[in-house]
């Protein structure tokens, strides 16, 4: 059996997947060409990449928060 594919939330920020492991296709099952250059491909999950449904760096002026990050600080005593 292969391996599972690992889909890495990072901090406050994108998911990653291994560009190798990947096609992303839209609503109609037409397939995206995936950004150059990278061997990870970066999903947006803030909403405010200019270039979805891929990361464009765009979380980091936003301040976003990832729910798990935000759930861990919450736990956290004052
Ligand atoms: S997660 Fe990076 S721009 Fe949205």
Redesign the pocket.
């Known amino acids: 059996m292969a391996e599972p594919i690992v889909i890495r939330c990072r901090e406050n920020?994108?998911l990653v997947v291994p560009r190798a492991a990947v096609r992303v296709v839209d609503h109609e099952g037409n397939e995206l060409p995936l950004p150059e250059g990278k061997e990870l491909v970066?999903l947006?999950?803030?909403?405010?990449?200019s270039t979805k449904p891929f990361?464009?760096?765009?979380?980091r002026a936003?301040g976003?928060r990832a729910c798990e990050t935000v759930a861990r600080n919450d736990e956290r005593p004052a």
């Open positions: 920020g994108p970066a947006c999950r803030c909403g405010q990449s990361c464009d760096g765009s979380h936003a976003f």
